[in-house]
């Protein structure tokens, strides 16, 4: 089973930044894709970014411009550096990877930003 663990959430104030990690538990799985969502409180889920392999990063309208994605096919790990935060960005922010016949998230990990 493969796990996904994300670090680097925290409080911020707007204008700050922050930077997400994800690592996956192990090597030998190739993932198609691997993207970041977020979902703040009584939303639903929604994708921020996402990379599929040997493709370019899309970003959501939300943060385009003010995130970069990247990712390291080789090591199995993803992040995500977010700039300008604003409070509406806050959220619990979790990782994503996909196989051909899998989807794995990782637990999450909190940014609050506050006005």
């Known amino acids: 089973q493969v796990q996904l663990v994300e670090s680097g959430g925290g409080l911020v104030q707007a204008g700050g930044s922050l930077n997400l990690s994800c690592v996956a538990s192990?090597?030998?799985?190739?993932?198609?894709?691997m993207g970041w969502y977020r979902q703040a409180p009584g939303k639903r889920r929604e994708v921020v970014a996402s990379?599929?392999?040997?493709?370019?990063?899309r970003y959501s309208d939300a943060v385009e411009g003010r995130f970069t994605m990247s990712r390291d096919e080789s090591r199995n790990t993803a992040y995500l550096l977010m700039n300008n935060l604003q409070p509406e960005d806050s959220g619990v922010y979790s990782c994503?990877?996909?196989?051909?016949?899998?989807?794995?998230w990782g637990q999450g990990t909190q940014v609050t930003v506050s006005s």
């Open positions: 994503n990877a996909q196989t051909s016949l899998y989807s794995y």
């Open positions: 192990t090597t030998d799985t190739s993932f198609t894709v």
């Open positions: 990379k599929m392999t040997g493709s370019w990063v």
